[in-house]
């Protein structure tokens, strides 16, 4: 079993609809969850960094974390084309050391 | 645009060949981290280095190598090349590299085919 499982989609949306990306962990030692969005043949782009439990909203854009479910989640609001994309999920236990998901496709349809 | 540079973005070559990629980390950075990623693995660590010596280690084979010199740049060497070494391979920077507070920015990548 892997240490982060993602669904790797892809997901498709249309314009505006609110979209739920989520990833699940078995290390119970994870504190920093990160989320990094990937456009093709690009490096990955921090988008949001939350540590412990509870939600963090950034614009359109909040991360809600559940360590007691060991579940992590994304939430897009208002859901552009420009959001289509890979997203990441990483998580550390507070050194160096970043857990990757696999990353979920994103199709956002105009 | 993160900071982080890395050269060349594309390499291609044979099998049993060797190459070098190199990457800069954002002004202020000490610490470099080297990543693959394969359709199939996702984003996997290889190697960090922090102010010119190596932190730690990840899932790095023993036919790849790295170095971070003293103005802060680093090199992956790979060698003895193999098929299934093709992937992209990212630098990423950080600060100080250990502290739980620490957040790595990504460099573009570079894409290596070997045939």
């Known amino acids: 079993q892997k240490e982060v499982e993602q669904d790797p989609g892809p997901l498709s949306v249309p314009e505006g609809a609110i979209v739920s990306l989520n990833c699940t962990y078995s290390n119970s030692a994870f504190q920093y969850f990160m989320w990094y969005r990937q456009y093709s043949r690009k490096g990955p782009e921090l988008l949001m960094y939350?540590?412990?439990?509870g939600n963090k909203e950034d614009g359109r854009f909040t991360a809600q974390v559940d360590k007691s479910s060991k579940y992590i989640s994304l939430f897009i609001r208002d859901s552009q084309p420009s959001d289509s994309a890979t997203y990441l999920c990483a998580m550390s236990a507070g050194t160096y050391k970043y857990i990757f998901g696999t990353g979920t496709r994103l199709k956002v349809l105009a | 645009d993160s900071g982080v540079t890395q050269t060349p973005k594309h390499l291609i070559t044979a099998t049993g060949q060797r190459v070098t990629l190199r990457c800069s980390p954002r002004s202020g950075d000490l610490s470099v981290y080297w990543y693959q990623q394969s359709l199939d693995q996702g984003l996997q660590f290889l190697i960090q280095y922090y102010n010119g010596e190596e932190r730690a280690k990840g899932n790095i084979l023993e036919r790849f190598s790295a170095q971070q010199f003293p103005d802060l740049h680093s090199e992956l060497n790979l060698s003895s090349l193999e098929l299934g070494d093709s992937a992209l391979y990212f630098c990423?920077?950080?600060?100080?590299?250990?502290?739980?507070?620490?957040?790595?920015?990504f460099g573009p990548g570079t894409r290596l085919t070997v045939l």
């Open positions: 990423a920077s950080s600060v100080e590299g250990g502290r739980r507070t620490d957040t790595q920015y």
């Open positions: 939350t540590y412990s439990s």
